[in-house]
């Protein structure tokens, strides 16, 4: 069994374009977080949610919104998409207050805006 | 503000070579976690270790080994031997704990190419 799964994994979309990203964890974990690795690979935290509210906003433009509708889900809603949201989007979760232990990424999601 | 700084952008070796990837940290936490982990080009990132701030020793794992030195903020990794295989983006990471919260500060990445 996947322990962090997101779909899709790949994702090409028009600008102006609305898109979702889903990530589900099955590791019970309480902590769930967005991180954007951009053109250079560098990655940086978007978000990060404990037990469906919202803890760590990374200065991410309004256009992202993330929703976790339960600990275990934690989705990316991305509006007016723009060329630049194009990167590998990984969702990530862990357990508080246990050292960053068993912190597990997500196989990640290649967006694609053209 | 945390920070990582991994200064080598590419390194590239030829097999059998052993091959050092540096990393040096900023922090202002007492107790802090320390990340290695490797992207191959299939892009998925695959954890290779974690190591708590006041855990000094030395870690060897098969051909991988790790040398976190507190006096000079610095969490080395060594692969020795190196094989085509090991040719990856590999990312050092360091976690902060906000009210227990874990988020990762990664460097920008070592590319490390090994070719036969």
């Known amino acids: 069994d996947t322990a962090v799964s997101q779909t899709p994994k790949y994702l090409v979309t028009q600008m102006g374009n609305d898109k979702s990203i889903k990530c589900e964890q099955n590791l019970g974990h309480d902590t769930m977080y967005w991180y954007k690795q951009d053109s250079k690979k560098f990655l940086k935290i978007m978000f990060s949610?404990?037990?469906?509210?919202?803890?760590i906003n990374e200065t991410v433009p309004n256009r992202f919104s993330p929703k976790s509708p339960d600990k275990a889900h934690l989705n990316l809603h991305i509006n007016s998409l723009e060329l630049g949201d194009s990167a590998v989007y990984f969702c990530?979760?862990?357990?508080?207050?246990?050292?960053?232990?068993?912190?597990?990424f997500g196989s990640g999601t290649r967006l694609t805006v053209v | 503000a945390q920070k990582v700084t991994q200064a080598q952008t590419e390194i590239s070796v030829v097999e059998k070579e052993d091959v050092t990837l540096d990393c040096v940290y900023e922090?202002?936490?007492?107790?802090?976690?320390l990340f290695w982990y490797k992207q191959p080009p299939s892009g998925e990132l695959v954890f290779l270790i974690r190591r708590n701030s006041f855990d000094e020793q030395n870690e060897i794992s098969g051909r991988y080994s790790w040398n976190f030195q507190k006096s000079t903020s610095s969490f080395n990794f060594t692969i020795t031997a190196s094989q085509v295989v090991d040719s990856a983006v590999y990312f050092c990471?360091?976690?902060?704990?906000?009210?227990?919260?874990?988020?990762?500060?990664f460097g920008k990445g070592t590319m490390l190419l090994v070719s036969p």
């Open positions: 990471a360091l976690s902060e704990a906000i009210s227990g919260y874990s988020t990762l500060t």
């Open positions: 949610y404990n037990n469906k509210e919202l803890i």
């Open positions: 990530a979760s862990s357990q508080p207050g246990q050292g960053a232990d068993g912190y597990t």
């Open positions: 922090t202002r936490d007492t107790t802090y976690y």
